[in-house]
């Protein structure tokens, strides 16, 4: 009895071998939104388990030189190169257990040619001529290129659907994320930053950018079985964000009541107050609108092109200081024109192709007002003048 039940044994050991001879675990790795803005938007990371070196590693695509002399200067030009790292599992899981976030592993169904082939490619990426290669936050990122390389491997070629709803720009997925993080601000930065590309609606395969989307959509392959297990190896505590009053919208409408009521005292202070505003605020528009321009053509960041926020922070705005304090006919048609240009998109602002902050059309008010005061001024000064 005992040596029939040793056979079985042996048997069911043979016939194991044989139908994955590779003694290979391949397993996409999905780490959840952190708390800082580098991290709100997760990450991925493939894991292998080599059963005949006894290895347990994870290979992450998301890792850069921080030491790079001209890190900030790559990293703004959209040239900075990432690189797939090779560490520890348990080293890489415990990391997300002290920033609190969920890890969740899908083990992906494969043969044991496809397990053998995925992992000679990741060991050949490895490589110090292969590893780098140009980061694109949309396009090309620590996702998508495990994403590519799962459905490059996979037969029959796994078709992943959309995970989202049809309709959904590059935009409207961010932000999603960025307003469950509380990053309210940074939601306005980016807005600002990224220009028009980014409302192109998604494909299926370009939703996939998102970690929490390429999870979902291995789950839900429609012509062949990708997910053989599923588990969650970490779950985080979840915890509550709460109301911000300093939200961009609350501020800038504040700011914009204040001008207001500046502008109706009418007192000297409240004159000379709102003459040192003006200069602030067109010159730091100014700044904005060179920066626009510069991320436009000067780098090689895709979705910072076509950028609509062009109409309200003009580059030009930084010789404003001059015209408010020498005033000329050039003075009354550069503030005439901006009024406008500040009336024309408040008006438009719905029909833009480019979806605008909601939280910039108070300072747009603010921009709208002070330049029609200001080109009213020059023909005030100009009838006291001839009188």
């Known amino acids: 009895m005992f040596a029939f039940v040793i056979a079985c044994l042996t048997l069911i050991s043979f016939s194991s071998n044989a139908q994955d001879s590779s003694r290979l675990r391949v397993s996409l790795l999905t780490c959840s939104p952190g708390e800082e803005l580098y991290s709100i938007f997760g990450h991925s990371a493939i894991r292998i388990i080599d059963s005949n070196s006894v290895t347990d590693y994870v290979f992450n695509y998301g890792t850069f030189d921080f030491d790079d002399p001209n890190f900030y200067i790559k990293f703004v030009k959209g040239k900075l190169l990432y690189f797939v790292s090779l560490e520890r599992t348990n080293d890489f899981i415990e990391f997300y257990k002290y920033e609190n976030r969920s890890v969740s592993e899908q083990v992906l169904s494969l043969s044991a040619e496809e397990k053998i082939e995925i992992k000679n490619a990741l060991i050949e990426n490895l490589k110090e001529e292969n590893k780098f290669y140009k980061y694109d936050f949309f396009l090309d990122n620590c996702t998508t290129r495990l994403r590519d390389i799962i459905v490059k491997y996979k037969t029959p070629t796994p078709i992943l659907p959309a995970v989202m709803p049809e309709n959904r720009t590059f935009r409207m997925a961010i932000h999603k994320y960025l307003k469950e993080g509380g990053q309210y601000w940074s939601e306005l930065g980016i807005d600002i930053l990224l220009g028009a590309p980014t409302d192109r609606i998604m494909t299926p395969s370009e939703q996939q950018f998102l970690p929490n989307n390429l999870e979902k959509s291995l789950d839900k392959c429609t012509n062949t079985k990708l997910v053989a297990e599923k588990t969650t190896i970490f779950q985080n505590e979840i915890t509550g964000l709460g109301f911000n009053l300093f939200h961009p919208s609350i501020f800038f409408l504040i700011l914009f009541l204040f001008v207001a009521a500046l502008y109706k005292t009418k007192t000297v202070i409240a004159t000379k107050t709102l003459l040192v505003f003006d200069v602030i605020l067109f010159f730091v528009i100014g700044i904005v609108g060179i920066i626009l321009v510069l991320a436009w053509f000067a780098t090689d960041h895709t979705m910072t092109k076509n950028n609509y926020n062009l109409l309200w922070a003009l580059p030009t705005h930084i010789l404003a200081p001059i015209f408010i304090f020498f005033k000329s006919k050039i003075s009354k048609y550069y503030f005439g ?8 998109l408040i008006l438009s602002w719905l029909f833009l192709p480019q979806e605008l902050n ?30």
């Not at 024109?337 to 024309?344: F, M």
């Not at 300072?363 to 003048?385: G, P």
């Open 358 to 387: 909601t939280a910039l059309i108070p300072i747009v008010m603010i921009i709208l007002t002070r330049s029609y005061m200001h080109y009213k001024s020059y023909n005030t000064a100009k009838s006291s003048h001839e009188a």
């Open 337 to 344: 024109i901006t009024a406008l240009i500040s009336s024309l």
